[in-house]
C-alpha cells in the first residue's frame, strides 16, 4: 500500500517542480519558454542589451509605442567594451530593430515615438567613414539603421532645431543624424520635435488615451531645466553660460533628457546618462553641475529605473538614489566597470535608503566581476531585462531574457512587486 502511494506521488512531485510555482508567473510563464506577448493594459519596458549602449523600449497600455535611444558603438572603438549581443554578425542598431519588430504589438506599422536622451554614440549610433551608406544620403547605425526597417513618427531629441545648446554641435555622427532628419520629414513625413520639460503630454498614448486616465509621461529635465513640480513649471540648474570657459561647461551627459513613467501606483524613472559631480577629474566644485539630486526630486519616489550613465562611477549619487529609493534597478552595461564598486555599494546600502531591492545588470564583465564587491549577488548579470505592469499599475514583473540568440527564452522571472 506505501509503495503504491509513493509510485502514484512522485512522478506528481516531479511534475510539480519542474514546472512549479516558483517558476512560473500569474500567467504562467516557465523558464525556457518566450516572453508572452504584450497584451493590452499592460506597461512593458524591455532594456534591451547590445552590449553596445542603451536601447529601453516601451509598450504603453494603449499600444503606443516609446523607444528610447538605439545603441550603435561600433566594435573597433575604446578598449573595455563588451561583446556585441547576441554576436558581432550584425551591427547594434540592426540587432535593436530586429528586436522592436518582434515586440511591437501586432497590426503596429512603426514606433509611434523614439527618443535621443542625449548625442553620444552609444545612445544614437556612432558613425565611422566605414559605416553602410543608405540610398538616401546618410550612413547608418544606431536610429538612422532602425529607421531602416522600422518607421518612425516622431523623433524628439534635446537640441531640435538648431542644435546649438550650449555650443553648436558638429561631428559626423550629428551631421550624418541631421540629414537623416531632413530625408525623413521630406519622404517619409517624420515629425520632429525638442523634449520640452515639464510637460506631461508630449509623450502621449496615441492609440487610446482615454482608456488609461492613470497613465502619464512626464518630462522632467533637460538642458539644465528640471520641472518644478508644479504645473508644466521648470526652473534653470544652470547660471548664464556666458562667458564660463569651454572647459567648464556643462558636458553632454549632464544634458540628457529624464522622464517619468506613471502607471497607477506604479513610477519608473529614466535619464540618459545624467551624472553627479565630476570634480573628481576637475576640482572645480561647479555645485551646479550637480543635477541628480534636483531630478530625483521632481521624480519622487520610484518603483524601479534605469541607472543613470550605465552605472559608472560618477553617476548614482547618495541623494539621488535616497530620493528615488527603487524598489528595481537596472544597469544597462556597455563596458568594464558597469555597475562601478562605488556605484554597486551605494545601490545596495541599507544606509542610503532602507528595504529590499533587486538590482539587474544586462551584463557582468569578467573584469567588472573582479572588482565590484559583491556583484554576483546581483538579481541577474546577463541578459534583457523586461519590465512587465499589470493592467492598472498595482503589480508588476521583472523577467530576465537570454541574450544569447532572439528567442526571447525566459531565464528568470521576479516578483510580482507590489507599486507603492
Ligand atoms: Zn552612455
Redesign the pocket.
Known amino acids: 500500500m506505501k509503495a503504491i502511494t509513493l509510485y502514484m506521488v512522485l512522478p506528481m512531485l516531479a511534475l510539480w517542480s519542474s514546472t512549479g510555482a516558483a517558476e512560473r508567473d500569474a500567467r504562467g510563464t516557465t523558464r525556457g519558454e518566450p516572453l508572452p506577448p504584450w497584451r493590452e493594459g499592460e506597461l512593458d519596458i524591455h532594456h534591451i542589451h547590445t552590449g553596445r ?2 536601447a529601453q523600449l516601451m509598450v504603453l497600455p494603449d499600444g503606443t509605442s516609446v523607444l528610447i535611444d538605439m545603441s550603435g558603438k561600433t566594435s573597433e572603438q575604446a578598449p573595455f567594451l563588451l561583446p556585441t549581443r547576441p554576436d558581432a554578425s550584425r551591427p547594434p542598431g540592426e540587432w535593436v530593430a530586429r528586436y522592436v519588430r518582434r515586440v511591437l504589438p501586432a497590426g503596429a506599422v512603426k514606433l509611434d515615438y523614439a527618443l535621443i536622451s542625449h548625442f ?1 554614440g ?2 544614437m549610433g556612432t558613425i565611422v567613414p566605414d559605416s553602410p551608406r543608405s540610398p538616401n544620403g546618410y550612413q547608418l547605425s544606431g536610429i538612422t539603421q532602425v529607421a531602416e526597417s522600422v518607421g518612425i513618427a516622431k523623433v524628439i531629441d534635446r537640441g531640435w532645431p538648431r542644435y546649438d545648446y550650449p555650443a553648436p554641435i558638429r561631428n559626423p555622427t550629428m551631421d550624418n543624424y541631421r540629414r537623416f532628419l531632413d530625408w525623413q520629414i521630406r519622404h517619409r513625413g517624420m515629425r520632429v520635435e525638442a523634449f520640452e520639460p515639464g510637460r506631461n503630454d508630449q509623450i502621449a498614448l496615441v492609440h487610446g488615451s482615454g482608456r488609461y486616465p492613470g497613465f502619464e509621461i512626464r518630462n522632467l529635465y533637460a538642458n539644465g531645466r528640471v520641472w518644478t513640480g508644479e504645473g508644466t513649471a521648470t526652473r534653470s540648474l544652470f547660471p548664464p553660460l556666458e562667458g564660463i570657459p569651454p572647459e567648464d561647461q556643462p558636458g553632454e551627459n549632464k544634458l540628457s533628457i529624464a522622464l517619468r513613467v506613471r502607471y497607477g501606483a506604479f513610477d519608473y524613472y529614466t535619464g540618459g ?1 545624467l551624472s553627479a559631480v565630476d570634480e573628481e577629474v576637475t576640482f572645480e566644485p561647479h555645485a551646479w553641475k550637480n543635477v541628480e539630486p534636483p531630478v530625483a526630486q521632481a521624480a519622487g519616489p520610484v518603483d524601479a529605473m534605469k541607472a543613470n ?2 552605472g559608472s562611477w560618477d553617476a548614482n549619487s547618495i541623494p539621488f538614489l535616497a530620493a528615488l529609493r527603487p524598489r528595481v534597478i537596472v544597469v544597462p552595461a ?1 563596458a568594464d566597470g558597469h555597475p562601478a564598486v562605488n556605484t554597486y555599494r551605494r545601490m545596495t546600502s541599507q544606509k542610503v535608503w532602507p528595504g529590499e531591492r533587486d538590482v539587474f545588470i544586462t551584463h557582468v564583465s569578467d573584469a567588472t566581476a573582479k572588482t565590484t564587491y559583491r556583484v554576483d549577488k546581483a538579481a541577474s548579470v546577463q541578459g534583457h531585462v523586461v519590465i512587465r505592469v499589470e493592467r492598472g499599475g498595482a503589480r508588476y514583473r521583472v523577467f530576465v531574457l537570454d541574450d544569447a540568440d532572439e528567442a526571447m527564452r525566459v531565464k528568470a522571472v521576479h516578483g510580482p512587486y507590489e507599486s507603492n
Open positions: 549602449g542603451e553620444h552609444d545612445h546618462d550613465h550605465h556597455r
